[in-house]
């Protein structure tokens, strides 16, 4: 098991590492919300998750793209506008999808992929499949009115879905006791009767208590569960560069979450060999995305009409 | 086509025989489900397909077009019901950064066959924000299909094409209509975008009558008949796609045309209308236009305000006399009281 969540962690930082190299050359089109520092939520989730489960994400999604399954080489392609991009060059890194594992979009705008997972859900509930859903989203999706009311619906409907609020304090530069007037982001999720926890940083954590509530829902307990996922953002907002000189947040403050980096700590629990084997795997897996992305052509002009409507 | 039915009938009747037909049909919206069952339109629906496939929501209308969103992504093809287009409003982000786009921006990975039913209001009192008409709105946004049915023969139609759809339709209703009635086939058929109606033919002048204005064009044409001139009726249907050729081709013929539109004119369906015809025309064939819609101002409730804030069949009359004419005449046609209950009929 530790093996699995290694790789997936160190793929993901791995691959927003290279993002951050090529990034001064151009080559990739696209604003980059970087996940580094956040990987252990996607990862404690989506390895709890079957190939027919559903994730919807935000625009910072690079982690939950990757760990739920979507094509790397799609994924760089799409970050450098090509034709082989998971969306031929239409969706950037901000609306990654891939359908077939189940990455079901992204938006750029905070909190509105909410209640397409409760629609999601809704229909796999009417069809009594037993796959779940997750919604992805931040501390400042737990800011729009949306959220409340995707929240009020799916508890309502018990649907088959979990909410993991991904809370790293910072909606842009803004911190959470600016926009809210107390940290409470679980506790609100159970005033409408739905079971609801906060995790710290911990990747086993996460996992096993997203793992438990998958496995009520498959065994027909009413949803909706919620989890609150302490994490932190050690990137910028957007782009690829650090912040701290910004002012809005300090060093010192990044410090314990970055001494507690979950990718280092997985890396400790094998065995050298192991981990050599799965680093190297995931470097060429790496090298072979990036080297495709390059290779490939433009959309056609004609691309510009295609995909409108049927 | 013997059978009468009102525009009511037509929309329950289509909803319930394509949710009959596929299963993956689900209808949703505030009160869809309760005792005036949305004017009739969802009459039944509830009881016969159980409140899993119909049901009344949470006063939720953004987080509602998400949860249709999720749904269609999923396979089912919603229709979500809003008794006031005013309230899409609160839908705009899902309807426009959605909606619209999932299929563009997600590579054609995905798409979304979606309803959005709303009705636009008028008369007794109904004000500020029960009457607003947006559909211009949703023209202006690619990705969006618009269909504003006038008469319950494509009432039905379009509401079934609309739901066999892959794409989103919004599909717009204007509550004067609801009381119409005409002939309406029982079988299942379609009205497919991008062909206009000629209502009546003529050779003066072009009426295009948007929506419930299609019905003030009718009257207005039986007016302009008694002052001498042929006035020929166009009713879009669908606003998007919009078949502008039909109505250019009418506008080659009489050289004048007239967009009354049951909105505001600013950046409005008119506005695009004529725009679409004169490009088409121009060079070609001297035209002189007129838009005619909303005064531009709030609705106002008292009804010595709200009769001037619309065009009615004598002001649009009147319009059009002086199109034909090339200049204002002051004529305005003494109302008539046998254009009152000005009926659908066939055949189509």
Same mark, same amino acid.
């Given at each position: 098991?530790?093996?699995?969540?290694?790789?997936?962690?160190?793929?993901?930082?791995?691959?927003?590492?290279?993002?951050?190299?090529?990034?001064?050359?151009?080559?990739?089109?696209?604003?980059?919300?970087?996940?580094?520092?956040?990987?252990?939520?996607?990862?404690? &989730?989506?390895?709890?998750?079957? !190939?027919?489960?559903? &994730?919807?994400?935000?625009?910072?999604?690079?982690?939950?793209?990757?760990?739920?399954?979507?094509?790397?080489?799609?994924?760089?392609?799409?970050?450098?506008?090509?034709?082989?991009? =998971?969306? +031929?060059?239409?969706?950037?890194?901000?609306?990654? &999808?891939?359908?077939?594992?189940?990455?079901?979009?992204?938006?750029?705008?905070?909190?509105?992929?909410?209640?397409?997972? !409760?629609?999601?859900?809704?229909?796999?509930?009417?069809?009594?499949?037993?796959?779940?859903?997750?919604?992805?989203?931040?501390?400042?999706?737990?800011?729009?009115?949306?959220?409340?009311?995707?929240?009020?619906?799916?508890?309502?409907?018990?649907?088959?879905?979990?909410?993991? =609020?991904?809370?790293?304090?910072?909606?842009?530069?803004?911190?959470?006791?600016?926009?809210?007037?107390?940290?409470?982001?679980?506790?609100?999720?159970?005033?409408?009767?739905?079971?609801?926890?906060?995790?710290?940083?911990?990747?086993?954590?996460?996992?096993?208590?997203?793992?438990?509530?998958?496995?009520?829902?498959?065994?027909?307990?009413?949803?909706?569960?919620?989890?609150? =996922?302490?994490?932190?953002?050690?990137?910028?907002?957007?782009?690829?560069?650090?912040?701290?000189?910004?002012?809005?947040?300090?060093?010192?403050?990044?410090?314990?979450?970055?001494?507690?980096?979950?990718?280092?700590?997985?890396?400790?629990?094998?065995?050298?060999?192991?981990?050599?084997?799965?680093?190297?795997? &995931?470097? !060429?897996?790496?090298?072979?995305?990036?080297?495709?992305?390059?290779?490939?052509?433009?959309?056609?002009?004609?691309?510009?009409?295609?995909?409108?409507? +049927? | 086509?013997?059978?009468?039915?009102?525009?009511?009938?037509?929309?329950?009747?289509?909803?319930?025989?394509?949710?009959?037909?596929?299963?993956?049909?689900?209808? /949703?919206? %505030?009160?869809?489900?309760?005792?005036?069952?949305?004017?009739?339109?969802?009459?039944?629906? $509830?009881?016969?397909?159980?409140?899993?496939?119909?049901?009344?929501?949470?006063?939720?209308?953004?987080?509602?077009?998400?949860?249709?969103?999720?749904?269609?992504?999923?396979?089912?093809?919603?229709?979500?019901?809003?008794?006031? #287009?005013?309230? *899409? #409003?609160?839908?705009?982000?899902?309807?426009?950064?959605?909606?619209?786009?999932?299929?563009? #921006?997600?590579?054609?990975?995905?798409? *979304?066959?979606? @309803? @959005?039913?709303?009705?636009?209001?008028?008369?007794?009192?109904?004000?500020?924000?029960?009457?607003?008409?947006?559909?211009? /709105?949703?023209?202006?946004?690619?990705?969006?299909?618009?269909?504003?049915?006038?008469?319950?023969?494509?009432?039905?139609?379009?509401?079934?094409?609309?739901?066999?759809?892959?794409?989103?339709?919004?599909?717009?209703?204007?509550?004067?209509?609801? /009381?119409?009635?005409?002939?309406?086939?029982?079988?299942?058929?379609?009205?497919?975008?991008?062909?206009?109606?000629?209502?009546?033919?003529?050779?003066?002048?072009?009426?295009?009558?948007?929506?419930?204005?299609? @019905?003030?064009?009718?009257?207005?044409?039986?007016?302009?008949?008694?002052?001498?001139?042929?006035?020929?009726?166009?009713?879009?249907?669908? *606003?998007?796609? %919009?078949?502008?050729?039909?109505?250019?081709?009418?506008?080659?013929?009489?050289?004048?045309?007239? @967009?009354?539109?049951?909105?505001? #004119?600013?950046?409005?369906?008119?506005?695009?209308?004529?725009?679409?015809?004169?490009?088409?025309?121009?060079?070609?064939?001297?035209?002189?236009?007129?838009?005619?819609?909303?005064?531009?101002?709030?609705?106002?409730?008292?009804?010595?305000?709200?009769? %001037?804030?619309?065009?009615? $069949?004598?002001?649009?009359?009147?319009?059009?006399?002086?199109?034909?004419?090339?200049?204002?005449?002051?004529?305005?046609?003494?109302?008539?009281?046998?254009?009152?209950?000005?009926?659908?009929?066939?055949? /189509?």
């Amino acid at each position: 098991m530790h093996d699995r969540f290694y790789r997936s962690l160190y793929r993901i930082r791995r691959v927003e590492e290279e993002i951050i190299r090529v990034y001064p050359t151009d080559k990739i089109k696209s604003p980059v919300h970087l996940s580094i520092g956040q990987e252990a939520v996607s990862v404690g &989730v989506c390895e709890a998750l079957r !190939a027919d489960d559903v &994730v919807f994400g935000s625009y910072r999604s690079h982690a939950v793209y990757l760990a739920k399954g979507g094509d790397l080489k799609k994924m760089i392609a799409e970050l450098y506008g090509k034709a082989t991009g =998971c969306a +031929k060059g239409k969706a950037g890194s901000m609306h990654l &999808v891939d359908a077939a594992h189940g990455v079901m979009g992204a938006s750029a705008v905070v909190g509105t992929t909410i209640p397409h997972a !409760a629609g999601y859900a809704y229909a796999l509930k009417l069809r009594r499949k037993d796959s779940v859903v997750v919604s992805f989203f931040g501390d400042g999706g737990a800011d729009e009115g949306v959220f409340y009311e995707s929240l009020n619906f799916a508890a309502l409907k018990k649907l088959p879905m979990i909410f993991i =609020c991904e809370n790293n304090s910072y909606a842009i530069h803004t911190h959470q006791l600016c926009r809210q007037p107390t940290a409470n982001i679980a506790e609100r999720a159970r005033v409408f009767g739905v079971p609801a926890e906060r995790i710290e940083d911990d990747v086993l954590r996460v996992h096993e208590r997203v793992g438990a509530a998958v496995k009520a829902l498959r065994a027909g307990e009413p949803g909706p569960f919620f989890f609150e =996922c302490l994490t932190y953002r050690w990137k910028e907002h957007v782009g690829p560069n650090d912040d701290f000189h910004l002012g809005y947040r300090t060093r010192e403050e990044a410090d314990p979450w970055m001494k507690n980096d979950q990718v280092k700590r997985l890396a400790g629990l094998l065995e050298a060999d192991q981990r050599r084997r799965i680093e190297s795997e &995931v470097e !060429a897996e790496i090298q072979a995305a990036f080297a495709f992305a390059e290779e490939s052509p433009f959309p056609d002009g004609s691309e510009l009409f295609t995909d409108m409507f +049927k | 086509m013997d059978r009468t039915i009102s525009y009511v009938e037509a929309v329950r009747e289509a909803t319930d025989q394509e949710m009959e037909r596929d299963a993956s049909v689900i209808l /949703f919206g %505030l009160d869809v489900d309760d005792p005036k069952a949305i004017q009739g339109t969802t009459r039944g629906l $509830a009881q016969k397909y159980g409140p899993e496939r119909v049901f009344g929501t949470p006063l939720s209308e953004d987080a509602m077009t998400g949860v249709a969103i999720g749904m269609s992504l999923a396979g089912l093809r919603p229709i979500h019901v809003h008794i006031r #287009m005013d309230f *899409l #409003m609160l839908a705009m982000n899902q309807l426009i950064n959605i909606a619209a786009k999932s299929r563009y #921006m997600y590579g054609g990975q995905v798409h *979304l066959p979606l @309803v @959005v039913r709303s009705m636009i209001g008028k008369s007794w009192g109904q004000g500020a924000q029960h009457s607003q008409a947006l559909h211009s /709105f949703f023209m202006h946004v690619p990705g969006l299909k618009v269909a504003a049915p006038t008469t319950p023969y494509d009432a039905k139609g379009c509401l079934i094409e609309a739901i066999r759809d892959d794409d989103p339709v919004m599909y717009v209703e204007h509550r004067i209509l609801h /009381f119409q009635k005409g002939p309406v086939p029982e079988p299942t058929y379609t009205v497919p975008p991008g062909k206009a109606r000629i209502t009546v033919k003529g050779k003066d002048v072009t009426l295009v009558g948007i929506s419930y204005m299609q @019905v003030e064009c009718l009257r207005a044409q039986r007016y302009l008949e008694s002052g001498g001139i042929q006035a020929e009726v166009i009713d879009p249907i669908w *606003l998007s796609p %919009l078949d502008g050729e039909t109505i250019a081709e009418s506008v080659r013929k009489t050289g004048r045309l007239c @967009v009354v539109d049951n909105g505001w #004119m600013t950046c409005g369906a008119a506005a695009e209308i004529v725009a679409q015809v004169t490009e088409r025309l121009q060079g070609a064939r001297e035209v002189r236009v007129r838009r005619m819609g909303f005064a531009p101002v709030t609705c106002p409730p008292t009804p010595s305000l709200e009769n %001037l804030f619309y065009p009615n $069949a004598r002001t649009i009359a009147s319009a059009a006399y002086d199109l034909v004419k090339g200049s204002a005449q002051g004529w305005l046609p003494e109302e008539r009281t046998d254009l009152r209950e000005i009926e659908f009929r066939g055949p /189509f």
